[in-house]
């Protein structure tokens, strides 16, 4: 099974800021990977899938790059409602798996 | 609008049974690849099954291999997660997603329910 490994696990940032998430998978995933952000109490939303399309209705702030086993979400200037949880999923074979999280929080 | 509506949840003794409902509504539910995702408390997301459209592809995680069986019935918008011999470690609350490929299986998810809660204790 394929491993997801988030950097870092938490992040303090002020509104305003430019941020970059890592996901690194344990073995090659071609482009075969999205982004989720998990706000407290609520179902995870779609933002970046195939690595760096960003889904219908997510604001252009936030960007997705990367391919094979390396890729990173980067929020260009952070807003008070982007202070949540993001994870990052393969789908490149099965089992699908997730990252462990990354929660970002304000400083 | 597209939703998912989970239902189900609730407190089941360890070796107990539940089974788990979802609805869809706002698309053509029998055109969709449909998964459960489930998230232990205070944890990240585990994916633990999906089903095909017309419910001849089914893979299931490691971790519920031989205990949960995913179904769907398309003449009632409904995916269903038969779970038996609940293990502690079962608890979460379980997602029902969607795969937004009609008839195929893109492998994110660009819809998901609101979660339903399972807690398995003694």
């Known amino acids: 099974a394929i491993q997801l490994t988030q950097s870092p696990s938490s992040l303090s940032a002020s509104v305003g800021d430019r941020i970059t998430i890592t996901c690194r998978a344990s073995?090659?995933?071609?482009?075969?990977l999205a982004w989720y952000q998990q706000r407290p109490g609520k179902a995870p939303k779609l933002l970046i899938y195939?690595?760096?399309s960003l889904e219908s209705g997510v604001p252009s702030r936030f960007s997705g790059s990367g391919s094979g086993a390396d890729f990173t979400l980067t929020i260009s200037s952070l807003q008070p409602e982007d202070f949540a949880t993001y994870y990052c999923?393969?789908?490149?074979?099965?089992?699908?798996?997730f990252g462990q999280g990354t929660k970002l929080e304000i400083k | 609008q597209v939703q998912l509506v989970e239902s189900g949840g609730g407190l089941v003794k360890p070796g107990g049974s539940l089974r788990l409902s979802c609805g869809g509504s706002?698309?053509?539910?029998?055109?969709?690849?449909m998964t459960w995702i489930r998230q232990a408390p205070g944890k990240g997301l585990e994916w633990i099954s999906y089903?095909?459209?017309?419910?001849?592809?089914?893979y299931y995680a490691d971790s519920v291999k031989g205990r949960f069986t995913i179904s769907r019935d398309n003449a009632k918008n409904s995916l269903y997660l038969q779970m038996n011999s609940l293990r502690v470690e079962d608890t979460a609350v379980y997602y029902c997603?969607?795969?937004?490929?009609?008839?195929?299986?893109?492998?994110?998810?660009?819809?998901w329910g609101q979660g339903t809660l399972v807690t398995v204790s003694s």
């Open positions: 997603a969607r795969d937004p490929s009609p008839y195929g299986d893109y492998g994110w998810f660009d819809t």
């Open positions: 706002g698309f053509s539910f029998s055109d969709y690849y």
């Open positions: 089903i095909g459209n017309s419910g001849t592809n089914i």
């Open positions: 073995q090659g995933i071609n482009s075969a």
């Open positions: 195939d690595a760096s």
């Open positions: 999923q393969q789908f490149n074979s099965d089992p699908y798996s």
